[in-house]
């Protein structure tokens, strides 16, 4: 029988049990509410607050390939390998036998020096220097930038002090393969030059951040990790062929140094679609090792300089008249070697000959500057001129790249007496590489420039495709007036004194050459050194690809007959590695005197 006395005591304590238990489940809850329902707004708030700790997650930065999908450019792992100074000190090991071995910090340090590359004093240095600056340091870099092979032998020394911090590299797997056009990026991971600039909204990749916190012995504390992922950057695709531009890269490394040359490059277009197949330079720069490159040849002359076109102009001259004015191409005049015209102007052409009567190929075949100043009377100044900016000629080009250049034509209205005819065999103009290949592009494609291209696609990380946005082509001239020139270039290819030097047997081959004066920068020419063009197309009946080469200042031979050789080389690769079939017919044999 229980009494009144015994049963107050224990109601008391079922009270107080229950009370506790109460609390202890409000506790609970709000324990799960903190740490599991509410965790990341409260570890926001703590990390906000300074609570926390983070470290960077880095995007990896996008590829850049070239049309097959080939790499050129892309992104490794590079490690900082940081020490914590207050821990190195002498350890315990277990050794190969299970014996507990002490291991001296300065074991330790000249085996991480054997690793690194330095010293065992430099490294026992950045640690009392970190000491000395903070006694309770938990921080020193022992170096930054290391290979995954470095990498993993620190990590195999099994050290409890040292731990790196990964993060991406650039990295170019063939060297200086398209290197002028590709560019580099700085220390930083800083777009500097080239395409990896131009493009960079492509390639960039964003970088996250992961926060958390830590305990006192600095272990990551379950549950508080919040995490803003990193985006990876897209991968651009080129349109150049990567092993052709190696093979040009020899061949104008070659062929600028057998010429005494300054530098020397090699184009390729494909003439149906205006895509750069291949831009090819000397020097060339090596990426990885930018410092090794002089400034000057740390981007690409392709599609920086601007030069004289000489007389490769004369091609765009009689494209103009054949179009415009009704000529053939065995319309003639009579060429002295010099002629003085009615407004004063004096033209002269770079041999002496007695009076000829040429017809308009025969011009081309000679390259008489005389003729073809002669049959410009036959079109108005500004008819010409207009043709010249319908060719592309002081507009640049659609290739995004930085610092392109344009080309310089005047206004017709502001030629004077001398420019007038200057003008007609490319003196008193600039172009560039990319304008005069545009301008021979729509000479073999039926009369339409194509706009050029360098970049084929964006592919973004999600997958989205995105491709360059172009300027429209522009018709020229006629499809009749095209097939036209095409058969006059054919001839010059055939007839003119370096034909048997530039024939690809099976070939149907379109060429014309120029060599212009280069500019002393006191308002005359220098004497006896000239920019050298040498620019064709194959087959000359049904043209694919577009090859120019040119030479800075050839000094073994000085007229654009220096870049004979190299041009041969490049239309027999282009042929190869595209399989364009040969000819199987002859072209047409036109008369080049009346």
């Known amino acids: 029988m229980t009494t009144r006395a015994t049963r107050s005591p224990r109601r008391r304590t079922v009270t107080a049990l229950f009370i506790v238990l109460v609390v202890l489940v409000a506790f609970i809850v709000r324990l799960v509410d903190i740490q599991v329902v509410n965790a990341d707004e409260h570890v926001e708030d703590s990390i906000a607050l300074g609570l926390g700790n983070s470290h960077t997650l880095y995007g990896t930065r996008g590829e850049i390939v070239d049309e097959s999908g080939q790499e050129l450019a892309g992104s490794i792992l590079l490690y900082d390998a940081q020490l914590s100074p207050l821990n190195v000190k002498n350890f315990e090991r277990t050794d190969a036998s299970g014996t507990k071995v002490t291991v001296p910090v300065a074991d330790t340090a000249a085996k991480i020096a054997s690793v690194t590359g330095q010293t065992a004093e430099e490294v026992t240095a950045i640690v009392e220097d970190a000491l000395a600056a903070n006694p309770d340091s938990q921080y020193a870099s022992l170096k930054k930038g290391i290979s995954t092979e470095m990498y993993r032998q620190l990590v195999d020394l099994k050290l409890p002090f040292i731990y790196f911090t990964p993060h991406p590299a650039r990295t170019y797997p063939d060297g200086a393969v398209a290197g002028n056009l590709v560019g580099f990026m700085g220390s930083d991971g800083e777009a500097l030059g080239g395409i990896e600039k131009t493009q960079d909204a492509c390639l960039a990749a964003s970088d996250g951040v992961q926060k958390f916190q830590q305990g006192k012995d600095g272990v990551v504390i379950p549950g508080t990790e919040v995490t803003d992922p990193a985006v990876d950057g897209g991968t651009l695709q080129l349109t150049i062929n990567k092993d052709l531009n190696w093979y040009l890269q020899q061949l104008a490394a070659e062929q600028g140094q057998d010429m005494g040359a300054q530098r020397a490059t090699i184009t390729v277009v494909e003439v149906k679609t205006g895509k750069i197949r291949a831009a090819a330079e000397w020097p060339a720069m090596d990426p990885n090792n930018v410092s090794a490159s002089a400034p000057a040849d740390r981007y690409s002359h392709i599609f920086t300089d601007t030069f004289e076109p000489g007389s490769t102009f004369k091609s765009l001259t009689a494209a103009a008249l054949v179009d415009g004015a009704g000529q053939t191409p065995t319309s003639t005049v009579m060429a002295p070697d010099q002629v003085t015209f009615a407004n004063g102007a004096r033209v002269r052409d770079g041999h002496a000959h007695a009076d000829l009567n040429y017809t308009l190929t025969g011009v081309l075949i000679d390259s008489s500057n005389v003729g073809i100043s002669t049959f410009s009377e036959r079109m108005s100044t500004q008819a010409r001129y207009d043709y010249l900016k319908n060719f592309g000629i002081g507009e640049g080009s659609a290739v995004d790249y930085e610092g392109q250049a344009t080309g310089t034509l005047y206004p017709a209205d502001e030629w004077g007496a001398q420019t007038a005819y200057n003008t007609t065999f490319g003196q008193a103009v ?60 054919e001839n010059v290819a055939t007839q003119a004194n370096y034909g048997q030097e530039i024939g690809v047997p099976g070939y149907r081959i379109a060429v014309k050459t120029g060599t212009g004066e280069k500019s002393d920068g006191k308002g005359g020419y220098k004497a006896g050194l000239y920019f050298t063009t040498m620019i064709g197309f194959v087959p000359a009946d049904d043209p694919q690809y577009l090859v120019a080469v040119t030479l800075d200042e050839p000094t073994v031979v000085r007229s654009s007959t220096a870049n004979a050789s190299a041009f041969q080389k490049a239309i027999t690769q282009v042929v190869k590695t595209y399989r364009v079939m040969p000819a199987t017919s002859e072209g047409p044999q036109l008369p080049a005197f009346g």
């Open 430 to 489: 600039t172009t560039t590489v990319p304008e005069l290949l545009g301008a021979y592009g729509a000479i073999a494609n039926d009369g339409k420039r194509m706009p050029l291209s360098l970049v084929e696609s964006c592919t973004k990380p999600d997958g989205t495709v995105v491709t360059p946005d172009l300027p429209d082509p522009v018709q020229v001239i006629s499809p009749e007036s095209s097939k036209q020139m095409r058969e006059m270039l």
